[in-house]
């Protein structure tokens, strides 16, 4: 574990990172601020739901779970004539808004000094159903996307694109609920806690996918709408002569922290659109570059 001091300097030439116990970040205008960082850890690695696809017959599998959740959502117990859906395993759907999670944060202890922490906001089937009704959203296969399963909780999660909606959060339940943009959910996360490291990786995947079903509604190769396959794990050509299959892209990427011999500065960088005093690690896409 390394752990380090960033100072931020007025002038443009002299922003160095030096290496001392916690990261210390100081500006003209405030005093030193600290908070620890684990350079071990990846923010959106470690992704703790099970990704290994179960076979077809496997309620887990994207097929079988995808087919009871349809059932269930889609059911109308006060009109419908159809038989009850089999016994299907336990469902958990996070609510996504224009690529932001469902999040809701809470204080555990009394201190007015207490920090709060975060916890994604997953709703369960019932509230999931009140939940596209109150905010008007037609589910489509397009809108659902199978995230994984853990075997031992026998729990499957889904994530739900809802855009579409007018209002930005309704209340669940006791706990009031907001949507929250990824990066403002890594700033608030305790690294040392692997639970809330662990939600951070399936929102970032989870993100990751409805993005690229957002932006691969057609084919690449005829032209035509892209129609979901596997329970959002891959799309198809609606076209009968082509039926090309699309599946998520990958993208590699690299980020660095460049220190040098004595291990007691480090070399950042920083893009003309960033906020002022904002400086980050190099990173950038491994496709064509040196």
């Known amino acids: 574990m390394l752990s380090v001091s960033l100072f931020f300097s007025s002038s443009s ?4 990172l ?3 116990k916690t990261l210390t970040k100081r500006t003209c ?8 960082i684990n350079l071990n850890a990846h923010a959106f690695a470690g992704n703790p739901i099970r990704s290994k696809t179960p076979k077809a017959h496997d309620p887990l599998s994207p097929s079988s779970a995808f087919q009871s959740l349809k059932t269930h959502l889609l059911q ?15 469902f958990k759907v996070l609510p996504f808004r224009k690529g932001r999670p469902l999040a809701s944060s809470s204080i555990t ?18 509230d999931c159903k009140y939940f596209l009704g109150k905010c008007g959203v037609d589910l489509t296969e397009d809108s659902l996307v199978y995230l994984g399963s853990k075997v031992e909780d026998d729990v499957v999660y889904w994530a739900v694109d809802v855009s579409g909606e007018s209002r930005l959060v309704p209340e669940l339940g006791d706990n009031q609920f907001c949507f929250v943009e990824l990066r ?24 990751a996918l409805l993005e690229w079903h957002n932006l691969s509604r057609f084919c690449g190769h005829c032209g035509e709408k892209t129609i979901p396959k ?3 794990r891959r799309k198809q050509c609606s076209n009968e002569s082509c039926k090309k299959r699309i599946y998520p892209r990958v993208d590699p990427v690299v980020i660095m922290l460049v220190i040098d ?3 007691d500065r480090a070399l950042l960088g920083r893009q003309s659109r960033f906020v002022p005093r904002m400086w980050s690690c190099l990173a950038g896409f491994i496709e064509g570059k040196a």
Not at 76 to 90: I, Q
Not at 184 to 200: F, K, N, R
Request: glycine letters at 6%; zero cysteines.
């Open 13 to 16: 030439s002299s922003h160095l």
């Open 18 to 20: 030096f290496l001392s």
């Open 29 to 36: 205008f405030s005093s030193l601020v600290t908070m620890s």
């Open 76 to 90: 109308n117990p006060e009109t419908t004539s159809l038989p009850p859906p089999p016994k299907s395993p336990l």
């Open 109 to 126: 202890g009394n201190n007015d000094d207490d920090v709060p922490s975060w916890h994604l906001g997953w709703i369960s089937l019932p």
């Open 184 to 207: 403002t959910l890594m700033v608030a996360t305790d690294w040392s806690d692997s639970i809330a490291m662990g939600e951070l990786a399936i929102a970032g995947h989870a993100r």
């Open 230 to 232: 596997e329970a959002g």
């Open 261 to 263: 011999r004595e291990n």
